[in-house]
């Protein structure tokens, strides 16, 4: 394995997002160098990934910062950072601005005072922007953007500057004030020189501006309002001064999001905060609410206001501030952490001084809980009158998008953080404001805030001077997104917010301006800039090193083991940006491993357990610690064994240190095999060398990726069954048939009943354990579910309705009877009380699932859950609003609402997949609805039922699931429910002649276990405890579609499943996304969802048949979907296809996938008696099921059939329509 390999390196800065895909780094490094030279001598992937990683942990409070400020003789009110030019633009208090360089802080320009007077100023991409002395607002731009031949140039340098023949064109004393600037600072002459100097550009004036009120700058857009036009709003191009668009009032009449009784205030009300502008929207930020205003559609100069056309989006509240900052989220300190001993290196400027600090000495760490239980405060519920309102409005003071536009932040006086992920959704009536709006409690008034330069990050300052640095994903670089806690559902990416105040700024003596704008707070992708008195930071850092013991002049390169960098400043571009990687490879390692390291490393020690668990904890490996290198190889191997696969990819992609030891690691690299295979360990017994487990993986995974198990036929002759076949299935390579006795009489009863079983072993890898019963049960029964990994068969009877004597009460019951798999006893951990289950009356009992201690039984009228074990019930209703359920673990149930006629008020207006969380506590059961999963909206007059189908797989997803004690294999399917499916059928009641389709959709089980993972049980008296996932979040990523399977003909196809593979009509289809993504990342030849396969991946090594193949598809997308959907559908989750063209339905009802290969089963032609042959990988005869039973009348026939060999096989799988029938 090649450890440097660019192309791996490169796929691991993607995967952590720190570059974009197909973008070189030297596109990267270009345009980074924009924010600084932060990256100033990289030349590697490897490089640029180090460096990333260590920025974002000192963002994290894990490394250093470098703290400290520049001297400003008259005093900063306002300030802009440029970072491409390294310089600082600072508004002094007695008038004028001033451009100062950041490495020493010399004047690079100045705007004389008489110029520009305790204004304010907006800069973004070289154009600055400020309000003229009198009317207007003017634009400037960076010189050494500004091109004589522009012929040379693209992009930003295409764009003449100044502007000429226009009402926007530079006026006479904007160019007056440039020369007296220059004559002051004489330019240099090389380009460089140029740097930090700023020449017009355009003014604009009247008829459109007046005196600025309020404006906001994001290039090329700029927004503002002015009393020239009676507080309308204005959007302009600053790259010409043309007007884009003019907003004179909002049309109420177009309002989403907004509470039923808000209203917005009269004009002459009206007080506007703030004002942001993204390609999609603008915000603008009343007192009383933000409003959204979507941008498409731009009206040009000329035509009528299209404000009264164009919806508005609007967050507002109903109840008053009191309200919401009790039931908010509230921020908590943590206890204190052991202060770094690195003291801090002090570096004096002319004017100004740096100091590295350690992360946990400058970021003290906020946690931010649920808001406490009990009553609400009379505060919270009081009406306060003020003018004639009824209650206080919110009073926003900023609102701000994030950098990528889809987010949304805002701030309010009475100290609450409203946090909108994907507001974009409000846009497209999926959801409300108070659906997906977050709200923090800062427990103080908030009075500025910015969220620019990092997509995770934004900066809040407090009317106190604190400083919060907000993280709404920390674990936004991670790999899948994951940080030790739970996954992050697309729906909800804001779910872990981490909060750190800057612990040196908050100096209550400071004697700072205040001010409520929010340009006075910067945060770029490398520094948090504020107004600030450096002496006050330079007291704060040096109080703490005297308090903690250290001294300023005790600075060594790694001192106590806390890895320190050359530290100079960040802009130094020689600098080396670094911590050690052992730090983070441990931090990675740790995240919720620390309980478990003990009980890895010391399986036996006696001494633990009498060991104290304060001195265990303290001894866990930290990034302050332990260095993870020192550790033995043995020990890191032995505690990621303890982990998940997906923990194992991500420690290896750390450092080339933890790739070694993973790939060096034949134990690791069968855990990575089995999770990629969606399989899990055997018993002890069977499991063999890791080598040879790992080979049967590899050749289990080439044989159903290549389907060269096609070519390894081996037959397999049953002993024929002694009566009438009514139901199989194989599970574990255990073959369980129940059929009817000879003798009894035909009938008529569906389904089909059955009085014997017949349990069989047919594996064909290692001992076989010896499993082969008969039994007559003395009853009929209409249905059996097994559950190997238990020793569980349950056999149930669907109804019978009982008459209570003397009474006019009928009881509607299903028997139950749980049997060993093994032998056919009863079961030892059954219930005894467990044997009649009642039933709603005249239901029909469709499918019992077994799920660990539960098992579910699906009803047309109840779901009805049972812990076998204890007796435990619990029912949730189905009619008249849900079609039915289905038990995906023993902890999550899924069910269907009903959506039959649009026109019908009582049923659901969206088709969606309700999830439940069921809590199982032994002695009682209570399912609680967590979340409620969209399908996509079909067409008006367009009906839809959507039900869930019957679920064949090799048990459920157990907490602690056993292994099969039946296998003989090294590995067998994992218990856990990766896939279920349902069948979605579609009608047109519009139309004379109904257009009708169906589809079969199958759907990831993760995110409904994540839903339910990160349900909280605690949702407020007045909270929605569920929530609501649109159909774009989770349906793309989360789901296969098929379309065209006929409900009537599931039956025939829908039980052949076995994990993620299921067999249809016209082959075997592998939903195993991680393989599919795995053999893609190989460089497989995939094909997209939309597009007809014309070739194949790997061609058989004999020839067969050009039309049966097995390629890879990357996504699905139903033709006929437009016809009854709203919009397309189209998923991008991988799947392998195994294509059958000459299986046809009647046959594809007697094939079943295993864990070896395809298992088909045929009747003898005697009808009364069942031949079976099984298609393994490799299987061998087992030697007692080699010949037909004695005295059947197809003995003969079978032992003709076994001097063919190869030939029988030919004959049934290419031409398997001239296969006998039953």
């Known amino acids: 394995m090649v450890v440097e390999n660019v192309n791996v390196i490169s796929l691991s800065a993607i995967l952590h997002r720190f570059a974009l895909s197909e973008t070189s780094l030297e596109d990267i490094k270009s345009k980074e160098s924009r924010r600084g030279p932060w990256l100033g001598g990289v030349e590697s992937w490897k490089e ?63 705007f004389s005072p008489r110029y520009l007077f305790r204004s304010t100023c907006e800069l973004s991409d070289g154009f600055l922007v400020f309000p003229s002395r009198d009317r207007g607002i003017e634009i400037w731009r960076r010189a050494s953007d500004i091109s004589v031949d522009t012929s040379s140039h693209t992009g930003v340098h295409a764009i003449p500057t100044p502007i000429t023949l226009s009402p926007a064109a530079a006026r006479a004393f904007q160019f007056e004030e440039a020369r007296a600037t220059a004559a002051q600072l004489p330019l240099g002459h090389s380009e460089k020189g140029l740097r930090g100097r700023y020449a017009p550009h355009a003014y604009i004036g009247a008829p459109h501006v007046g005196v600025v009120r309020i ?186 998008f994030s950098p990528d536009g889809k987010h ?19 846009d497209r009536e999926i959801v409300s404001f108070s659906d997906i709006v977050k709200r923090i409690y800062f427990g103080q008034p908030l009075r500025d805030l910015a969220w620019e330069g990092q997509p995770n990050r934004l900066a809040i300052q407090a009317a106190s001077d604190e400083i919060y640095i907000v993280n709404v994903d920390p674990a936004y670089y991670l790999p899948g997104g994951k940080q030790g806690g739970p996954p992050v559902s697309s729906s909800d990416p804001f779910t872990r917010i981490s909060v750190l105040r800057l612990a040196d700024f908050s100096d209550s003596e400071s004697g700072r301006p205040q001010s409520m704008s929010s340009s006075d707070l910067q945060i770029t992708h490398t520094a948090l800039w504020t107004i600030w008195d450096p002496s006050l930071l330079s007291r704060a850092v040096r109080q703490r090193a005297q308090r903690d013991g250290g001294s300023l002049g005790d600075v060594s390169g790694e001192g106590n083991g806390a890895p320190v960098a050359d530290r100079s ?133 080439g044989a159903f990726r290549q389907a060269s198990f096609l070519l390894k036929d081996k037959v397999i002759y049953l002993p024929c069954i002694p009566g009438l076949l009514r139901h199989w299935d194989c599970q574990g390579g255990l073959l369980v048939c129940a059929y009817r006795s000879p003798g009894q009489g035909p009938d008529l009863r569906e389904p089909q009943p059955f009085d014997s079983i017949d349990v069989k ?83 029909d009992c469709n499918e019992l699932q077994i799920r660990g201690p539960l098992i579910g039984l699906s009803t047309d009228k109840q779901m009805i859950i049972i812990d076998w074990t204890t007796g435990a019930k619990e029912s949730l209703d189905m009619w008249p609003t849900k079609t039915n359920g289905f038990l995906l673990s023993e902890n999550c149930l899924v069910a269907v609402p009903i959506r039959m006629r649009p026109t019908d008020s009582i049923l659901q207006s969206h088709v969606a997949i309700d999830v439940y969380a069921v809590e199982n506590t032994g002695t009682s059961i209570k399912t609680s609805l ?122 025939e196809y829908w039980p052949s499943q076995c994990g993620t593979m299921v067999m249809l009509r016209d082959g075997l289809v592998d939903l195993n996304s991680f393989a599919s993504r795995r053999d893609l990342t190989c460089g497989a030849t995939a094909f997209p969802g939309d597009a007809a396969f014309t070739a194949r991946i790997a061609s058989p090594p004999v020839s067969r048949d050009d039309r049966d193949h097995t390629s890879l598809r990357t996504g699905t997308a139903p033709e006929r979907a437009d016809e009854f959907f709203e919009e397309r559908i189209l998923t991008t989750v991988p799947f392998r296809k195994t294509y059958f063209w000459n299986l046809t339905a009647s046959f594809a009802q007697r094939v079943k996938p295993t864990e070896e290969g395809l298992l088909l089963v045929h009747p003898c032609r005697c009808g009364d008696h069942m031949l079976g042959f099984t298609t393994f990988v490799a299987s061998c005869p087992h030697p007692n099921m080699a010949t037909p039973r004695e005295g059947c009348s197809c003995s003969a026939d079978a032992q003709s059939q076994s001097q063919q060999g190869s030939s029988q096989q030919a004959t049934l799988q290419q031409a398997p329509q001239q296969a006998p029938s039953e």
């Open 48 to 110: 640029f990934c180090r460096r990333s990683t260590v920025l974002d942990n000192n963002w994290a409070g894990h490394g250093f910062v470098l703290e400290g400020g520049y001297t400003s003789q008259d005093g900063v009110l306002r300030f802009q950072i440029d970072e491409e030019q390294q310089t600082m633009l600072s508004l002094s208090r007695a008038g004028g601005m001033t451009v100062h360089a950041m490495e020493d802080n010399r004047v690079l320009w100045r």
């Open 215 to 400: 404006f906001r700058l994001r290039f090329p857009v700029l927004a503002l309002m002015s009393s020239q036009d009676g507080g309308a709003l204005l959007l302009f191009d600053v790259r010409d001064g043309t007007l884009l668009r003019r907003i004179s009032s909002f049309d109420m009449d177009h309002v989403v999001g907004a509470p039923p009784s808000f209203a917005l205030a009269p004009i002459s009300d009206r007080v506007v905060m703030d004002l942001d502008v993204t390609e999609g929207y603008i915000a603008v930020c009343l007192h009383s609410a933000v409003v959204i205003v979507p941008r498409r559609g731009e009206v040009k100069p000329g035509m009528a206001d299209d404000s009264r056309a164009t919806r508005i989006l609007v967050l507002a509240e109903d109840k008053p501030p009191q309200f919401y900052r009790e039931v908010g989220m509230q921020l908590r300190k943590l206890p204190d952490v052991n202060r770094s001993r690195v003291a801090p290196e002090m570096k004096h400027l002319t004017e100004g001084s740096l100091a590295w600090v350690a992360g946990t000495d400058a970021l003290e760490e906020m946690e931010v809980v649920h808001p406490p239980e009990g009553p609400l405060s009379d505060d919270a519920q009081a009406l306060v009158h003020v003018s004639g309102v009824s209650r206080l409005p919110p009073y926003f003071i900023a609102a701000r």
């Open 408 to 426: 949304l932040a805002a701030i309010t006086a009475f100290g609450l953080l409203y946090l909108v992920p994907d507001f974009a959704r409000v």
């Open 569 to 701: 400043s960040y802009f130094d571009s020689g600098q080396r940006l670094t911590r050690s990687i052992s730090d983070i490879a441990s931090e990675a390692l740790t995240q919720g491993l620390s309980e478990r390291f003990w009980s890895a490393i010391m399986p036996r020690e006696k001494k633990r357990q009498k060991q104290p668990a304060r001195s265990r904890k303290s001894t866990c490996i930290s990034p302050t610690a332990t260095n993870i290198k020192d550790l033995p190889a043995e020990i890191l191997i032995e505690i990621l064994s303890l982990t998940c696969f997906k923990d194992i990819l991500s420690f290896q992609q750390v450092c080339r240190h933890a790739c070694q030891i993973v790939a060096g690691s034949k134990r690791l690299r069968y855990i990575v095999s089995l999770g990629l295979a969606n399989c899990v360990d055997g018993s002890s017994e069977n499991k063999g060398s890791t080598s040879e487990r790992l080979k049967a993986l590899a050749d289990r995974h």
């Open 761 to 843: 072993y047919i594996g064909s890898h290692g001992k076989q354990p010896p499993v082969q019963w008969s039994a007559r049960l003395g009853e009929d029964w209409s249905r059996f579910s097994m559950d190997p990994s238990q020793d569980l068969l349950v056999l149930w009877e669907e109804s019978t309705v009982w008459h209570i004597p003397c009474t006019n009460v009928d009881l509607e019951l299903s028997s139950v009877k749980f049997l060993h798999l093994s032998d056919g006893t009863p079961h030892k951990r059954a219930c005894p009380d467990v044997k009649d289950i009642e039933l709603p009356i005249h239901s």
């Open 930 to 1051: 967590v979340a409620k999963f969209e399908l996509p909206t079909p067409r008006p007059h367009v009906s839809a039922l959507l039900t869930i189908q019957n679920y064949s797989s090799e048990g459920g997803r157990h907490s602690d699931p056993a292994s099969h004690k039946f296998s003989a294999r090294p590995f067998h399917i994992s218990p856990a429910a990766q896939v279920f499916g349902l069948v979605l059928e579609m009608k047109h009641e519009d139309t004379s002649e109904s257009e009708e389709a169906s589809f079969l959709v199958f759907a990831r089980t993760q995110p409904f276990f994540d839903a339910v993972d990160h349900h909280n049980p605690y949702a407020g008296r007045l909270r929605r405890a569920w929530k609501r996932v649109p159909w774009q979040e989770w349906v793309p990523t989360g789901t296969w579609w098929f379309e065209g399977y006929e409900p009537s003909q599931s039956d």
